[in-house]
């Protein structure tokens, strides 16, 4: 497979700069990019669950049912 990417001028003379190939050059700058948007994203975005979920359960009811009822509710058949 062949891929064919238009690499802007200013990464080239960056790869240039550094002495490094410029395919060498993308490659790690994209594998930087991808450990950067991975990772702390699924923290953050974990944390908001967290906090989410405790915000949308505040008042939520059961028209007084307790859980240990609902337990026992599939026992009586």
């Known amino acids: 497979m062949?891929?064919?990417i238009n690499v802007p001028d200013h990464i080239a003379a960056d790869a240039a700069?550094?002495?490094v190939a410029l395919?060498?050059?993308v490659e790690e700058v994209l594998?930087?990019?991808a450990q950067q948007t991975t990772q702390?994203?699924?923290q953050v975005?974990?944390?908001e669950a967290v906090d989410r979920i405790r915000a949308l359960s505040q008042g939520v009811t059961l028209?007084?049912?307790k859980i240990?009822?609902?337990i026992h509710e599939g026992h009586k058949y």
């Open 2 to 4: 062949q891929v064919t």
């Open 17 to 19: 700069a550094r002495g």
């Open 23 to 25: 395919d060498t050059y």
């Open 31 to 33: 594998a930087k990019q």
């Open 40 to 42: 702390p994203d699924l």
């Open 45 to 47: 975005s974990a944390a």
């Open 63 to 65: 028209d007084g049912l």
């Open 68 to 70: 240990k009822d609902l």
